[in-house]
Structure formats: C-alpha cells, structure tokens
C-alpha cells in the first residue's frame, strides 16, 4: 500500500530510522480495506491509530494529533474507550464512594446507572443518552430523585477527568437538569403527633418520636447515638460525627431528658436498637398503623425547626446552632411561619 511519511525526506529506512531516533512525529497514511488509516509514532509517546473513510480525514486527524504533541496538548483516549461506565462505577465506588457518609445507598444508585449504560465506552457515552434517560425517569419519579440521580453520576466523569487523566467530557453536566420541586413544607399536627403516640409499640419508639421533635436532629444523627455521648445531667449529646463531617452538642429539653431516662440502655452501648434500614422500616409501619398520610421522618427535623423558630425565644443563629443547619437562606424559610405567627397576634 501506498504510505505517506510527513517530514521524511527523501523517503527511505536510514531517513526513517533517523526521524524516529530524534523524536519527530512520523505519521504514515495506509489504505486499507474499508478506508485510510493514520498511524502516529513518536518517540516517548504512545502508538495511535485511527481509520477514516477518507484519505485527507486521515491526513487532517494526523495533522491535529501532531499539533496537539508539539503543545504539550496531547491526551491518550484509547483508555476511555476501553473503559466502560460499568468498570469506571466500580472503580469510582472503591475509591471514593466507600469513604463517604451514606456508602450503600449511593453505591445502589450508581448500580442503577451501570444497569442504563453500564456497556458503553466512556468516551462513547453523549449527552443525548443521560437526557433519554432522565426523561424517561421523570415519567415514573419525582424531579428531586431524578437530579439525585444525575447528582451521583456526575461525580463518576468529573473524578475519572480529573483523578485518571481521561480526555472526555462530563455529558450529566452539559444537560439540562430538572427544576427542583418546591421545599417541602410538611407540619405535624396534634392529632397526627397523638395517633403516632398511640400506636407506638414499645418505649423506645416514643422515646425516638420525642427526641426528632424536641432535637430536630437527622435520622442518622440520632441513630449514631451513643450513650457515652449522652450527659443529662448537663442535658446535651455530644455528636461527634454529623452530616457536615462537623462534631456538635446538642441540647435537650426536659422532655428529651425525660424520654431517654425511660429507654434501657443496650449492653453495645447504642442508644437505640435499630440499624439505618431496620429504623426506616420501622418507621414506615408505624405510620401505615398511625394512619398518618405523607409523613417522612425528616418531617419532624422540619417540625421541630419551626416549632424552635415560632416560639420566639431563640434568634436563627440560637436555632442553627441546635439544629446544625449551615444554610441561614434555609432557616429564613422557617422564620416565615414566625412572621405569620406574629401578624396573627398584631391583630
């Protein structure tokens, strides 16, 4: 076959050999069966290949990868296109994902993903295949779990752009995620606080529902409870691990004092005898039993933010500091209902 060697001249071994001992590229152009094919060789540098179906294609495409040597700009991409999204989840879950705080549910929800495009190449995957996918996903759940969704993957291409070198593109990023769905506003009711009260099986149940209200603390916080951690006589728990990876002391009112004098204590120490999933399962019989409708149990975080804010005695500062909200753009959603609240009483 014809080859077309650039910067040799005149063609011949010795001029050849002496290109390739002196590091300049040598790009050949073959023809081939099905079209040309571009061969780059440099010293130092990886071997590439690629066919097109045209000869100046090719010429063009070695034109550029030479350009790109002499920058310092080259990248090799054969690896994102031998990688595929299934092994880059993998490897993405032992590296990082099994550091973080929540671990399995996030490594469930990348699974997910390995099962949508799993066999693609990363460097094959475009952002036409993440919009089918987020659209179709929006048609059987909410927008919220469909950016948790897009929020989980995007992580994947940025870490394999940034951590293994990989020239491609993060196509999550270049989409159009969904609109957020308006902050939950879900109060607790009186009646609703007393039917769960009612159904309550055991003493540590109650004990659960009063420490979520009067502490406004999150599940997993008050799950990681320890009683080595808890002083009543000083009325706080120490958390020495929370959300924000920050350790906080938390008050407790007399009621949470009260609650936590009337569980047992557990030879293992734990304050309470649930695991994460054993207390959300729980948690969701009780309300079915309850009768209680639309109830998470991150509504009694909301719940007892509101009720701390509406009460009048602490500023949002006080009311951060025993809640652990970071954001005062959030807590400024619950001084609304104080302001509602107040105008009530002005009148």
């Given at each position: 076959s014809?080859?077309?060697?650039?910067?040799?001249t005149p063609f011949c071994s010795a001029a050849f050999l002496a290109l390739c001992d002196s590091g300049a590229t040598v790009a050949t152009i073959s023809k081939r069966e099905k079209g040309w094919q571009a061969r780059i060789r440099r010293e130092g540098w990886p071997q590439v290949t690629k066919t097109f179906r045209t000869k100046a294609e090719a010429e063009r495409w070695a034109r550029e990868q030479e350009r790109r040597m002499d920058a310092g700009q080259w990248q090799d991409s054969r690896e994102s296109r031998r990688l595929t999204l299934q092994e880059a989840i993998e490897r993405y879950i032992d590296e990082v994902t099994?550091?973080?705080?929540?671990?399995?549910?996030e490594a469930n929800r990348l699974r997910w993903w390995?099962?949508?495009l799993g066999s693609f190449a990363l460097a094959n995957i475009r952002t036409t295949d993440i919009a089918e996918i987020r659209d179709h996903r929006l048609e059987v759940v909410s927008s919220t779990t469909v950016r948790n969704d897009l929020a989980t993957l995007s992580p994947v291409f940025s870490h394999a752009i940034r951590e293994w070198n990989l020239p491609i593109d993060n196509p999550v990023r270049m989409i159009k995620w969904p609109t957020p769905k308006k902050h939950r506003d879900r109060r607790l009711s009186p009646q609703e606080e007393q039917a769960l009260r009612n159904t309550a099986l055991t003493p540590y149940q109650s004990a659960y529902l009063t420490i979520a209200i009067e502490t406004g603390m999150r599940r997993g916080e008050i799950l990681a409870m320890r009683w080595e951690h808890v002083d009543l006589?000083?009325?706080?728990?120490?958390?020495?691990?929370?959300?924000?990876s920050e350790p906080r002391d938390v008050p407790l009112s007399?009621?949470?004092v009260a609650a936590l004098q009337s569980i047992p204590?557990?030879?293992s120490g734990k304050v309470w005898p649930w695991s994460s999933e054993g207390a959300a399962?729980?948690?969701n019989r009780w309300v079915r039993r309850a009768q209680v409708e639309d109830l998470h149990f991150h509504d009694l975080r909301h719940e007892a933010t509101s009720r701390l804010v509406e009460s009048g005695r602490f500023s949002l500062t006080e009311v951060a500091a025993i809640t652990g909200h970071k954001s005062m753009?959030?807590?400024k959603r619950y001084a609304n209902h104080r302001a509602t609240d107040l105008a009530r009483r002005l009148s």
């Open positions: 014809k080859q077309i060697v650039r910067r040799a099994s550091r973080n705080k929540g671990a399995r549910p390995a099962g949508q006589t000083a009325r706080v728990v120490h958390l020495p691990d929370t959300k924000l007399s009621a949470a204590r557990q030879i399962s729980m948690w753009q959030t807590l």
